[in-house]
């Protein structure tokens, strides 16, 4: 059954990520889990990293390959359902693969919970825009937008795990030292991962030219580029060798 666009909902949706996107930025402190995770916080309200990023990662999947999955097959090569196609392979790495591989520390439930909600709500948001707001022509395909969008999504995407790989490897299983991350990106930011993941964002939003897409490419923006500037200034604080000439997230400018 074909569910009819809702355009308010849509719009609340997308003026929401945008605001948190503002607020992480007025708020400026680091989110507390990883290096950042407060040695004082009870071990009761903690899961293991693998366990809580699953969980947390879970509904961006789930939800729009839901929706998708109630799509009749004639509908699975239009332009909006490859689109959302692209966004459900991002979050199927990130929930199956990612989660099972990270050797990152304990997160608290409170975040847990929280990256929950948010990846719940936007994953519908997503979804639903795509399939039954979203109307593109069949030559949507060959438009500008959608070519560089599509190269920029894949290419960020293939930043983002081949970051993540090298910063798994910076320790053995049970290892908590950290370590300069070196090679890939990493030569020239501290926050490669950030960059692949917010270089996917914005080809995602310039491919969709919607305006869920580029609400969610800002507050990853913002979200993900303040982590990358957190990283960095631990870094150098960290390391005396650190490599002065190594940026945030933008090679050589910031």
């Given amino acids: ?56 990662e879970l509904p961006s999947f789930v939800v729009p390959a839901g929706i998708l999955a109630q799509q009749p097959c004639c509908l699975f090569h239009t332009p909006g359902t490859v689109l959302l196609g692209l966004f459900c392979a991002h979050y199927f790495h990130r929930t199956f693969i990612y989660s099972l591989l990270t050797r990152g520390r304990a997160f608290p439930v409170v975040f847990l919970f929280r990256g929950f909600i948010f990846c719940l709500g936007n994953g519908f948001l997503q979804g639903y825009y795509l399939i039954y707001c979203a109307e593109y022509p ?84 913002c979200f993900l580029g303040l982590r990358a500037f957190h990283h960095h200034r631990f870094y150098l604080q960290m390391f005396e060798d650190y490599p002065k000439s190594r940026k945030a997230l933008i090679p050589f400018i910031f």
Avoid at 143 to 161: E, Q
Avoid at 182 to 196: E, H, K, M, P
């Fill in 1 to 56: 059954m074909q569910v009819g666009c809702q355009q308010n909902p849509v719009l609340a949706g997308s003026a929401s990520l945008a605001a948190l996107g503002a607020l992480v930025l007025y708020f400026a402190e680091p989110a507390g889990y990883g290096k950042y995770l407060q040695s004082l916080m009870p071990v009761g309200t903690r899961l293991p990293a693998r366990a809580a990023w699953f969980l947390q």
């Fill in 138 to 221: 069949y030559e949507w395909y060959t438009d500008m937008r959608f070519s560089l969008g599509v190269f920029l999504f894949i290419l960020g995407m293939g930043i983002n795990i081949h970051s993540d790989c090298i910063l798994r490897q910076l320790r053995k299983p049970g290892e908590t030292t950290y370590r300069i991350p070196q090679g890939g990106l990493f030569t020239y930011v501290s926050g490669a991962n950030f960059l692949g993941e917010i270089t996917e964002w914005i080809g995602y939003a310039l491919a969709t030219w919607s305006l869920p897409g580029f609400a969610f490419a800002f507050f990853s923006l």
